[in-house]
C-alpha cells in the first residue's frame, strides 16, 4: 500500500497557473504509469494525465491538452502536474494514483478557479 499526499491547489482567477504535487510514501519507481485525477462536485473522478515510468510519455484528456503538463521525479517518489491558462471547469479536487488506479485515495487538493 502506497500513503498519497497531494498539495498546491488553491483559489486562482481564470488564465491563472497552479503546480500540484503529489508524494508518495515509497518508492514509485516500479509503478509503470502515474496519473492524476480531478472530481468536481456531483461527477465521477475522472484520470486527467498519465506519465509512464522514465516520464518519456504523457497523455492527457483532450480538454487539458496544450495547458496541463504532468512531470515525476522519481528520486523524490513524486509526482507533479503543471497547470495553466486555467478555466472555471478546471475547478475541482485534484487527486493522483497509478492508471489504473491501485491504492486508497489520498485526501487530495482543491484547485477553484474563479471567472
Known amino acids: 500500500q502506497v500513503q498519497l499526499q497531494e498539495s498546491g491547489g488553491g483559489l486562482v482567477q481564470a488564465g491563472g497557473s497552479q503546480r500540484l504535487s503529489c508524494a508518495a510514501s515509497?518508492?514509485?519507481?516500479?509503478?509503470?504509469?502515474m496519473g492524476w485525477y480531478r472530481q468536481a462536485p456531483g461527477t465521477q473522478r475522472q484520470l486527467v494525465a498519465t506519465?509512464?515510468?522514465?516520464?518519456?510519455?504523457?497523455n492527457y484528456v483532450d480538454s487539458v491538452k496544450g495547458r496541463f503538463t504532468i512531470s515525476r521525479d522519481n528520486a523524490k517518489n513524486t509526482v507533479y502536474l503543471q497547470m495553466n491558462s486555467l478555466k472555471p471547469e478546471d475547478t475541482a479536487v485534484y487527486y493522483c494514483?497509478?492508471?489504473?488506479?491501485?491504492?486508497?485515495w489520498g485526501q487530495g487538493t482543491q484547485v477553484t478557479v474563479s471567472s
Open positions: 494514483n497509478a492508471s489504473p488506479s491501485r491504492w486508497s
Open positions: 515509497r518508492s514509485l519507481g516500479s509503478i509503470p504509469i
Open positions: 506519465i509512464t515510468t522514465s516520464g518519456a510519455y504523457t
